[in-house]
Nanobody
Framework: QVQLVESGGGLVQPGGSLRLSCAASGSIFSINTMGWYRQAPGKQREFIAVITNGGSTNYADSVKGRFTISRDNAKNTVYLQMNSLKPEDTAVYYC?????????WGQGTQVTVSS
């Protein structure tokens, strides 16, 4: 089993920034992709960003140019730098990692963008 611990969520004003972190531990053999989803109240969970073990990235159109995903393979950690935050970015953010046997999810961290 792989455990994921997220941190960095909170309350921020519109236009502000936050950096989310997600550290993986446990039965880690070879992590392939790492990424982030989010779920706003009353909505389905949606894809935000992904990064491969080779460093290739992909983003949802709604966050492209504002969010940046990165990873530190030595620390088994994935990050999400969020800039120019908008009220519509308010959601619970979930990280995930994928190994050959499947995908593991974090517990979620709340991000609230409000004045």
């Amino acid at each position: 089993q792989v455990q994921l611990v997220e941190s960095g969520g909170g309350l921020v004003q519109p236009g502000g920034s936050l950096r989310l972190s997600c550290a993986a531990s446990g039965s880690i053999f070879s992590i392939n992709t790492m990424g982030w989803y989010r779920q706003a109240p009353g909505k389905q969970r949606e894809f935000i960003a992904v990064i491969t073990n080779g460093g290739s990235t992909n983003y949802a159109d709604s966050v492209k140019g504002r969010f940046t995903i990165s990873r530190d393979n030595a620390k088994n950690t994935v990050y999400l730098q969020m800039n120019s935050l908008k009220p519509e970015d308010t959601a619970v953010y979930y990280c995930y990692v994928e190994q050959i046997e499947g995908r593991y999810w974090g517990q979620g961290t709340q991000v609230t963008v409000s004045s």
